[in-house]
């Protein structure tokens, strides 16, 4: 039985009464904690001992949304400065070389850059599968890397020959799609404790995909147990192309399909009124937030305030590594809180005498980064170090020059500017140590990513 024992750091547990353990440490036992406390009340011994004396140590981020494969074409010249619909039909053809190999390059890479930013759980949504490429090809990567993860079997069906946004070249039939997506299920998707791989089914977006395929999609994960996500509402663009086709705004049309519940949730989710606010908090659906990407491609700032307030779960995505241009989840919570405080500036919060309404803090959009996300994707394991759930963690050395002056250790890390983190840990393995990745080699990993990506491009 294996054990670690982390010691002299200040421990954030995110548990219901945001405890906070200055000179804490933790017990672990074969990847789950079996202890937080004090140091003066943890064991003394164990199979390893790790001093992060000057360091934080925080529950691992949790990403709800991401696109892996856009690590490969992050920074097109022709989309670096489109809206969402035009952003898209500039990267389709690209996308359509894809090969299986640029899969598990790719996912390895993002893979890479969330470890480096603290994350220890990601959500990827994999809507192509040009030249007989596979959610397969992902899952090995992540296994390989050792980060967990909740592999959103996406799809498209809606060519623009039936008038969707994408190329035909692009999309699949219903009925291999389905296929596929049991076959998935069947063969990876684990319900214990402690899961590393998890299978979502995730047809891509309203503009994208049929009614049918939505119902079916839902059907089939209802019956398997496994949860549901898409895109929506995340564009006005969108709303319109909705109306227009389905005669209902993007919620309305969620809930005409049958895709609504707690095993729900949708990414970005900006343009919604009051009304459907309501919905969501009535239906326990989640949210995956992503403001850097929101911000990249001018959609909009979603109402996060007003989720949070009716009860919506909201937890945190990077969203495409070519929507965001990175993938790292620490500066995704930086800018959760800073966009928060933009539209409250817009709203007009320097002229409220409300004593009630308040600026997002640091701490909150760390809850957002951990337990809003473990919340968004149906998981009571991870999330918060607690006695009992999964030991993952990262932790940052305060002890640097980007801190100095800093008053607040905890504050710090979200209000400082985003750092490489010195040590992200899942069930209890490293996978960042000292600010090295620990299980693959990152030069060898961005030479074969560059060559990937410069073939696309050719």
């Not at 319900?191 to 049929?210: D, Y």
């Not at 980007?402 to 979200?414: E, I, K, N, P, Q």
Request: charged share 20%.
């Amino acid at each position: 039985m294996a054990t670690l024992l982390i010691k002299n750091a200040h421990i954030v547990t995110v548990d219901d009464k945001q405890t906070e353990i200055p000179n804490g440490g933790m017990f672990i036992r074969d990847g789950v904690i079996e202890q937080v406390d004090f140091i003066s009340q943890l064991p003394t011994t164990a199979d390893e001992i790790l001093d992060l004396k000057n360091h934080v140590v925080l529950p691992g981020l949790i990403n709800t949304h991401h696109h892996f494969y856009q690590t490969l074409t992050r920074a097109v010249p022709a989309a670096q400065d489109a809206n969402l619909f035009n952003w898209l039909k500039t990267l389709y053809p690209i996308w359509a070389k894809i090969q299986p190999d640029d899969i598990f390059i790719s996912t390895q890479t993002a893979l890479a850059e969330l470890a480096l930013s603290g994350c220890t759980t990601a959500s990827d949504h994999l809507y192509l599968y040009p030249n007989a490429s596979k959610l397969d090809d992902e899952i090995d990567a992540a296994l390989q890397l050792g980060l967990r993860l909740q592999a959103s079997r996406g799809s498209m069906s809606l060519g623009e020959s039936q008038g969707g946004l994408p190329p035909d070249s692009v999309v699949d039939t219903e009925e291999a799609i389905l296929k596929d997506s049991q076959r998935l299920i069947e063969k990876y998707h684990q319900k214990e404790h402690g899961a590393m791989t998890q299978i979502v089914l995730a047809p891509c977006s309203p503009f994208s995909v049929t009614t049918d395929l939505m119902k079916q999609s839902a059907k089939l994960a209802r019956e398997y147990g496994v949860h549901l996500h898409t895109h929506l509402a995340e564009t006005e663009d969108e709303e319109q192309f909705c109306l227009q086709k389905f005669g209902h705004r993007p919620v309305g049309y969620m809930q005409a399909v049958d895709w609504v519940g707690d095993d729900v949730w949708f990414a970005h989710a900006i343009y919604v009124n009051d009304e459907e606010i309501k919905v969501f908090a009535k239906h326990n659906c989640g949210v995956a937030h992503c403001p850097t990407s929101n911000m990249r491609l001018a959609s909009g700032i979603a109402p996060i305030k007003e989720y949070r307030k009716a009860g919506v779960n909201v937890g945190l995505g990077v969203d495409g590594s070519a929507s965001n241009d990175g993938s790292h989840l620490l500066a995704e919570v930086r800018n959760a809180m800073l966009v928060s405080r933009v539209k409250e500036g817009i709203t007009g919060y320097s002229l409220s005498n409300d004593p009630n309404r308040k600026l997002m803090t640091a701490r909150e959009a760390l809850y957002l980064g951990t337990r809003g996300g473990a919340n968004v994707l149906g998981r009571n394991d991870i999330g918060s170090l607690e006695v009992g759930k999964c030991a993952d963690f990262f932790a940052v050395n305060l002890n640097q020059l980007g801190f100095a002056g800093m008053h607040d250790s905890v504050s710090a890390v979200v209000f400082g500017q985003p750092v490489r983190v010195d040590y992200t840990v899942v069930n209890g393995k490293f996978v960042v140590r000292e600010g090295q990745l620990v299980t693959v080699d990152e030069g060898k990993l961005i030479e074969k990513h560059n060559k990937a990506a410069k073939r696309l491009l050719s």
